[in-house]
């Protein structure tokens, strides 16, 4: 056994909106609202903590999603840790289209990679990536998550690879969250199994731009931020936000669903827009602009 028993190990993961409009399943940003998790190899037995967002609902078992992650990193490992005692501090909403699942997942293979002795060597990045990305079943959200900035994810014989690249600083993405959640699985279900050879060209054309818009040409934003792949399939799972996205485009804002919905993301080009956004909130939405998150995971110093 080469996990360590005495000293605790602390991840900070960034929250993620993944797709931006026409990048479906590739393109992805980190946004600075962080969960943290502590996670200490015990004895025996599982000791789960969970203050803030979905403290009231999530398991404290085997089936707790950063305990997951954290068993399929160890069993990669070749390790299998006594007993595991986690706390968690979550900020990220769960169930909006801010990358709780991803957040999750990368929080629990970091804790694993750090509680076992040359963890960084035995697991490499490259390979948390792939690893998380499976576990997750995309990697759109789980590499802007591992990297931060912006990242552009794809899948080679099943493994996830990614390219990350910084915003340009005149770009303010601004979240509205609304008041109730969807589900990620129930979206994607939406999905058909084909689309117009017309609409995937459009589609493609706007993802290619949206990379130049993102990383220097923000003035471009609005039409790179068109999508025909996948926001309008789902309106039956989230009417509301496909409403609201509607709303903003006619006032001319690069509005688009965040991740799998039902949170609306706008990529302001400056303050001045991202101000207006917010007056554009409906009731009820919870507005705010964070910061592009540019580190991504990080571990932190444990507490004391
Ligand atoms: N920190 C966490 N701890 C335990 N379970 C979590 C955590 N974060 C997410 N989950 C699980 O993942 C579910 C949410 O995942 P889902 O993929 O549906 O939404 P999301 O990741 O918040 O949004 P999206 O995937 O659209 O960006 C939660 O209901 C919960 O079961
Ligand atoms: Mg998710």
Not at 73 to 80: D, I, N, V, Y
Not at 85 to 103: D, T
């Amino acid at each position: 056994m080469t996990v360590s028993a005495d000293a605790p190990v602390r991840v900070r993961v960034p929250a993620t909106s993944a797709n931006l409009g026409p990048g479906f399943d590739a393109l992805g940003l980190a946004l600075a609202l962080h969960d943290e998790v502590t996670a200490r190899v015990t004895e025996g037995g599982l000791d789960i903590q969970v203050d803030g967002e979905g403290g009231e609902q999530v398991a404290r078992d085997e089936t707790h999603l950063v305990l997951r992650a954290m068993r399929a990193a160890f069993a990669e490992l070749g390790e299998t840790p006594p007993g595991l005692a986690l706390q968690c501090r979550n900020r990220i909403p769960h169930g909006r289209g801010l990358g709780s699942s991803a957040a999750a997942i990368v929080a629990g293979i970091l804790l694993a990679r750090g509680l076992v002795r040359d963890g960084r060597l035995r697991l490499d990045d490259a390979a948390v990536l792939a690893l998380a990305s499976e576990f997750e079943g995309h990697p759109d959200n789980v590499a802007p998550c591992l990297l931060g900035g912006l990242t552009i994810a794809w899948t080679v014989d099943g493994a996830a690879r990614a390219v990350r690249r910084d915003l340009d600083p005149a770009v303010v993405p601004v979240v509205l969250v609304p008041p109730f959640t969807a589900s990620t699985e129930r979206a994607r279900g939406l999905l058909p199994p084909t689309v117009p050879h017309a609409d995937a060209a459009f589609t493609a054309g706007r993802a290619a731009l949206l990379v130049a818009a993102l990383t220097g040409t923000p003035q471009a934003l609005f039409d790179a931020t068109a999508d025909r792949l996948h926001q309008a399939y789902r309106e039956p799972a989230m009417p509301e936000a496909l409403r609201l996205v509607a709303d903003l485009r006619v006032l001319g804002h690069p509005a688009v669903v965040s991740g799998a919905g039902p949170t609306v993301l706008v990529l302001a080009r400056g303050e001045v827009e991202a101000e207006r956004v917010r007056g554009a909130a409906p009731i009820g939405w919870a507005v705010s602009a964070p910061a592009v998150d540019v580190a991504g995971a990080r571990i932190l110093d444990p507490p004391r």
